[in-house]
């Protein structure tokens, strides 16, 4: 079968690039490519390609700080009441992607809790598993 006129056309563009690609890729290489450089930083802050002689540093690596800082402000988790049964004094509070549904029992009577109030607790462990103590009302 035959080969259309714009079969061939698009055949000798594709081959003019690649001519074009491999004369480029060969110019790169004449002119030459410097490879890797190392750099040193000096007392100052500048780069050098030239390694310090002596290297003076105040800073033990020790003490370097390689996490996120908690937040001291805002530590104690906070979430929504999802059910809460004042008969028999419980019920679990949503705290999210992090802790999930959490149990508490017997909140203090005077925070009134209702369901989808928004609250701050501590969480504790205990022989039944995590639970939730020192709520507050939001």
Known sequence: MADTYSKKEREKKKAQKKKEKALRKEQRREEGSQGD???????????????PLHIESEIDPAEIATSVPKDPVNN????????????KGFGFINGGRKIGDIYFKNPDPKLDLCQNDKV???????????YAYDIEKV
């Open 37 to 51: 450089v190392i750099m040193y930083v000096d007392h100052n802050g500048n780069f050098t390609e030239n390694k």
């Open 76 to 87: 104690t988790p906070e979430g929504y009441v999802k059910f809460f049964d004042q008969e």
């Open 120 to 130: 701050t607790f501590q969480v504790g462990e205990g022989d039944n598993g995590t």
